[in-house]
Nanobody
């Protein structure tokens, strides 16, 4: 199971760090990722990281502002979000994927955590 946390209400330009902890099957066997869904829109890819942590992928809209990382020892994945914008508002979901390079390969999903950026 995946448990996401760290969301909240912030202002434009602020930072947040999301965490996703895993239980059950060892997280190191999967790539991990973050997706988000804004009101009235489909869920979209944000960032993924390989199971080794050596490779990362980002949506163009978050490149340079968001950083995904993982701690294999604690089976936790993080999403550091800086310089937040109103368009970053949404429910953020963590996922386990077969391949970090393929957002469509997500096989497990956690519950979402709400991020609201007030302009």
């Amino acid at each position: 199971q995946l448990q996401a946390s760290g969301g909240g209400l912030v202002q434009t330009g602020d930072s947040l760090r999301l965490s996703c902890s895993a239980s059950g099957r060892p997280v190191p066997s999967y790539a991990m990722g973050w997706f988000r869904q804004a009101p009235g829109k489909e869920r979209e890819f944000v960032a993924t990281i390989t199971w080794t942590g050596g490779g990362t992928y980002y949506a163009d809209s978050v490149k340079g502002r968001f950083t995904i990382s993982r701690d294999a020892m604690s089976s936790t994945v993080y999403l550091q979000m800086n310089n937040l914008k109103a368009e970053d508002t949404g429910v953020y979901y963590c996922s386990a994927l077969r391949r970090a390079s393929d957002p469509q390969s997500a096989v497990h999903w956690g519950q979402g955590t709400q991020v609201t950026v007030s302009s």
